[in-house]
T-cell receptor, first 115, second 111 residues
Framework: GAVVSQHPSWVICKSGTSVKIECRSL??????MFWYRQFPKQSLMLMAT?????????EQGVEKDKFLINHASLTLSTLTVTSAHPEDSSFYIC???????????FGSGTRLTVV | QQQVKQSPQSLIVQKGGIPIINCAYE??????FPWYQQFPGKGPALLIA?????SEKKEGRFTISFNKSAKQFSLHIMDSQPGDSATYFC??????????FGQGTELSVKP
Protein backbone atom coordinates (compact mmCIF):
# COMPACT_ATOMS: atom_id res chain seq x y z
CA GLY A 1 0.00 0.00 0.00
CA ALA A 2 0.85 3.67 -0.13
CA VAL A 3 3.53 4.75 2.31
CA VAL A 4 4.44 8.21 3.55
CA SER A 5 7.77 8.52 5.29
CA GLN A 6 8.18 11.36 7.76
CA HIS A 7 11.50 12.36 9.29
CA PRO A 8 12.65 12.86 11.90
CA SER A 9 10.30 10.96 14.18
CA TRP A 10 11.34 13.15 17.08
CA VAL A 11 13.55 16.20 17.51
CA ILE A 12 14.64 18.40 20.39
CA CYS A 13 15.88 21.90 19.62
CA LYS A 14 16.79 25.04 21.46
CA SER A 15 14.62 28.15 21.46
CA GLY A 16 15.40 30.40 18.55
CA THR A 17 16.66 27.70 16.22
CA SER A 18 14.92 26.30 13.13
CA VAL A 19 13.85 22.74 12.52
CA LYS A 20 13.01 21.05 9.20
CA ILE A 21 10.62 18.13 8.93
CA GLU A 22 10.46 16.04 5.76
CA CYS A 23 7.50 14.20 4.33
CA ARG A 24 8.06 11.78 1.44
CA SER A 25 5.61 9.67 -0.51
CA LEU A 26 7.62 6.50 -1.16
CA UNK A 27 5.61 4.64 -3.76
CA UNK A 28 3.25 7.16 -5.25
CA UNK A 29 3.19 10.70 -6.52
CA UNK A 30 1.41 13.26 -4.39
CA UNK A 31 0.21 16.45 -5.98
CA UNK A 32 -1.17 17.60 -2.66
CA MET A 33 0.22 17.23 0.83
CA PHE A 34 -1.19 18.50 4.10
CA TRP A 35 0.48 19.46 7.36
CA TYR A 36 -1.26 18.99 10.68
CA ARG A 37 -0.45 19.84 14.25
CA GLN A 38 -1.71 17.80 17.17
CA PHE A 39 -1.50 18.64 20.86
CA PRO A 40 -1.81 15.88 23.49
CA LYS A 41 -5.30 14.42 23.77
CA GLN A 42 -6.54 16.69 20.99
CA SER A 43 -7.56 16.34 17.38
CA LEU A 44 -5.51 17.04 14.27
CA MET A 45 -5.52 20.70 13.33
CA LEU A 46 -4.83 21.45 9.68
CA MET A 47 -2.02 23.98 9.30
CA ALA A 48 -1.59 24.21 5.55
CA THR A 49 -2.19 22.62 2.17
CA UNK A 50 0.85 22.13 -0.02
CA UNK A 51 0.60 21.71 -3.78
CA UNK A 52 3.59 20.68 -5.86
CA UNK A 53 5.24 23.62 -7.53
CA UNK A 54 3.11 26.30 -5.93
CA UNK A 55 2.89 28.23 -2.69
CA UNK A 56 1.26 26.58 0.27
CA UNK A 57 -2.17 27.67 1.44
CA UNK A 58 -2.24 28.33 5.16
CA GLU A 59 -5.22 27.98 7.46
CA GLN A 60 -6.43 31.00 9.33
CA GLY A 61 -4.28 31.79 12.33
CA VAL A 62 -1.21 29.89 11.12
CA GLU A 63 1.84 32.11 10.69
CA LYS A 64 3.23 31.48 7.21
CA ASP A 65 6.54 33.14 8.06
CA LYS A 66 7.00 30.87 11.03
CA PHE A 67 5.95 27.61 9.40
CA LEU A 68 7.64 27.50 6.01
CA ILE A 69 6.36 24.84 3.65
CA ASN A 70 8.07 23.74 0.47
CA HIS A 71 6.68 21.18 -1.98
CA ALA A 72 9.33 21.09 -4.67
CA SER A 73 8.57 17.66 -6.11
CA LEU A 74 5.72 15.17 -6.41
CA THR A 75 7.21 13.09 -3.62
CA LEU A 76 8.60 15.56 -1.10
CA SER A 77 7.22 18.31 1.09
CA THR A 78 9.05 19.98 3.94
CA LEU A 79 7.91 21.97 6.94
CA THR A 80 10.42 24.29 8.58
CA VAL A 81 9.61 25.72 11.97
CA THR A 82 11.61 28.92 12.16
CA SER A 83 12.78 30.58 15.36
CA ALA A 84 11.15 27.86 17.39
CA HIS A 85 9.74 28.58 20.84
CA PRO A 86 8.53 26.21 23.55
CA GLU A 87 4.91 26.83 22.54
CA ASP A 88 5.74 25.30 19.14
CA SER A 89 6.35 21.98 20.85
CA SER A 90 3.81 19.60 19.39
CA PHE A 91 3.24 16.53 17.23
CA TYR A 92 3.40 17.41 13.53
CA ILE A 93 1.88 15.06 10.98
CA CYS A 94 1.89 15.17 7.20
CA UNK A 95 -0.57 13.58 4.81
CA UNK A 96 -0.41 13.03 1.07
CA UNK A 97 -3.03 12.41 -1.60
CA UNK A 98 -2.16 9.82 -4.22
CA UNK A 99 -2.70 11.52 -7.58
CA UNK A 100 -3.97 8.24 -9.08
CA UNK A 101 -6.16 6.70 -6.38
CA UNK A 102 -7.01 9.93 -4.50
CA UNK A 103 -6.39 8.04 -1.27
CA UNK A 104 -5.01 9.83 1.78
CA UNK A 105 -1.95 8.46 3.54
CA PHE A 106 -0.52 9.85 6.76
CA GLY A 107 3.05 9.97 7.91
CA SER A 108 4.04 8.60 11.31
CA GLY A 109 4.44 12.07 12.79
CA THR A 110 7.26 14.14 14.28
CA ARG A 111 7.42 14.97 17.95
CA LEU A 112 9.02 18.41 18.28
CA THR A 113 10.22 19.58 21.68
CA VAL A 114 11.63 23.09 21.99
CA VAL A 115 13.67 23.72 25.12
CA GLN B 1 -20.33 24.79 9.06
CA GLN B 2 -16.99 23.10 8.59
CA GLN B 3 -17.05 21.37 11.94
CA VAL B 4 -17.45 17.69 12.56
CA LYS B 5 -18.74 16.91 16.05
CA GLN B 6 -17.70 13.58 17.52
CA SER B 7 -18.93 11.77 20.62
CA PRO B 8 -18.26 10.32 23.08
CA GLN B 9 -14.90 11.74 24.09
CA SER B 10 -13.96 8.46 25.74
CA LEU B 11 -15.40 4.97 25.82
CA ILE B 12 -14.69 1.86 27.85
CA VAL B 13 -16.02 -1.53 26.79
CA GLN B 14 -15.38 -5.13 27.69
CA LYS B 15 -13.71 -7.47 25.25
CA GLY B 16 -16.27 -8.69 22.74
CA GLY B 17 -18.43 -5.60 23.17
CA ILE B 18 -19.53 -3.31 20.35
CA PRO B 19 -18.34 0.26 20.85
CA ILE B 20 -20.20 2.85 18.82
CA ILE B 21 -18.76 6.26 18.00
CA ASN B 22 -20.91 8.97 16.52
CA CYS B 23 -20.22 11.99 14.34
CA ALA B 24 -22.40 14.79 13.05
CA TYR B 25 -21.84 17.50 10.48
CA GLU B 26 -23.60 20.50 8.98
CA UNK B 27 -21.91 21.14 5.65
CA UNK B 28 -23.67 19.28 2.86
CA UNK B 29 -20.66 19.86 0.61
CA UNK B 30 -18.73 17.13 2.43
CA UNK B 31 -18.31 14.26 -0.01
CA UNK B 32 -16.21 11.64 1.74
CA PHE B 33 -16.25 10.41 5.33
CA PRO B 34 -13.29 8.36 6.60
CA TRP B 35 -12.54 6.95 10.02
CA TYR B 36 -9.01 6.83 11.37
CA GLN B 37 -7.36 4.90 14.17
CA GLN B 38 -4.42 6.44 15.97
CA PHE B 39 -2.08 4.87 18.49
CA PRO B 40 0.02 7.05 20.83
CA GLY B 41 2.97 8.62 19.06
CA LYS B 42 1.83 7.44 15.63
CA GLY B 43 0.08 9.00 12.68
CA PRO B 44 -3.57 8.17 11.94
CA ALA B 45 -4.29 5.07 9.89
CA LEU B 46 -7.36 4.74 7.68
CA LEU B 47 -9.85 2.17 8.96
CA ILE B 48 -12.82 2.52 6.66
CA ALA B 49 -14.50 5.25 4.63
CA UNK B 50 -17.88 5.92 3.07
CA UNK B 51 -19.43 8.24 0.52
CA UNK B 52 -22.80 9.96 1.13
CA UNK B 53 -24.66 7.88 -1.44
CA UNK B 54 -24.16 4.73 0.65
CA SER B 55 -25.98 4.03 3.92
CA GLU B 56 -23.72 1.35 5.29
CA LYS B 57 -20.31 -0.11 4.66
CA LYS B 58 -18.63 -3.02 6.37
CA GLU B 59 -14.99 -4.05 6.32
CA GLY B 60 -14.05 -6.85 8.63
CA ARG B 61 -15.12 -5.95 12.17
CA PHE B 62 -15.66 -2.28 11.32
CA THR B 63 -18.97 -0.91 10.05
CA ILE B 64 -19.93 2.64 9.11
CA SER B 65 -23.59 3.62 9.25
CA PHE B 66 -24.42 6.79 7.36
CA ASN B 67 -27.62 8.83 7.66
CA LYS B 68 -27.53 11.54 5.02
CA SER B 69 -30.79 13.21 6.01
CA ALA B 70 -29.71 13.49 9.64
CA LYS B 71 -26.13 14.41 8.66
CA GLN B 72 -24.77 11.79 11.00
CA PHE B 73 -22.50 8.81 10.68
CA SER B 74 -21.17 6.29 13.12
CA LEU B 75 -18.51 3.63 13.53
CA HIS B 76 -19.30 0.24 15.04
CA ILE B 77 -16.54 -2.14 16.08
CA MET B 78 -17.77 -5.71 16.31
CA ASP B 79 -16.20 -8.19 18.75
CA SER B 80 -13.84 -5.54 20.10
CA GLN B 81 -10.42 -6.65 21.32
CA PRO B 82 -7.87 -5.08 23.69
CA GLY B 83 -5.71 -4.37 20.63
CA ASP B 84 -8.46 -2.03 19.39
CA SER B 85 -7.69 0.32 22.29
CA ALA B 86 -6.72 3.55 20.53
CA THR B 87 -8.05 6.96 19.64
CA TYR B 88 -10.55 7.06 16.80
CA PHE B 89 -11.24 10.06 14.62
CA CYS B 90 -14.01 10.64 12.15
CA UNK B 91 -13.37 13.08 9.35
CA UNK B 92 -15.09 14.71 6.42
CA UNK B 93 -13.67 15.97 3.17
CA UNK B 94 -14.50 19.33 1.66
CA UNK B 95 -13.71 20.69 -1.75
CA UNK B 96 -10.00 21.13 -2.30
CA UNK B 97 -9.34 17.86 -0.58
CA UNK B 98 -9.03 19.11 2.99
CA UNK B 99 -10.07 16.71 5.73
CA UNK B 100 -11.86 18.14 8.74
CA PHE B 101 -11.43 15.94 11.81
CA GLY B 102 -13.73 15.28 14.69
CA GLN B 103 -12.52 15.74 18.25
CA GLY B 104 -11.55 12.11 18.71
CA THR B 105 -12.72 9.24 20.92
CA GLU B 106 -10.36 7.43 23.21
CA LEU B 107 -11.44 3.78 23.26
CA SER B 108 -10.34 1.34 25.92
CA VAL B 109 -11.23 -2.33 25.55
CA LYS B 110 -10.86 -4.22 28.80
CA PRO B 111 -9.80 -7.90 28.72
Amino acid sequence: GAVVSQHPSWVICKSGTSVKIECRSLDFQATTMFWYRQFPKQSLMLMATSNEGSKATYEQGVEKDKFLINHASLTLSTLTVTSAHPEDSSFYICSAIDRVSYGYTFGSGTRLTVV
Amino acid sequence: QQQVKQSPQSLIVQKGGIPIINCAYENTAFDYFPWYQQFPGKGPALLIAIRPDVSEKKEGRFTISFNKSAKQFSLHIMDSQPGDSATYFCAARIRGGKLIFGQGTELSVKP
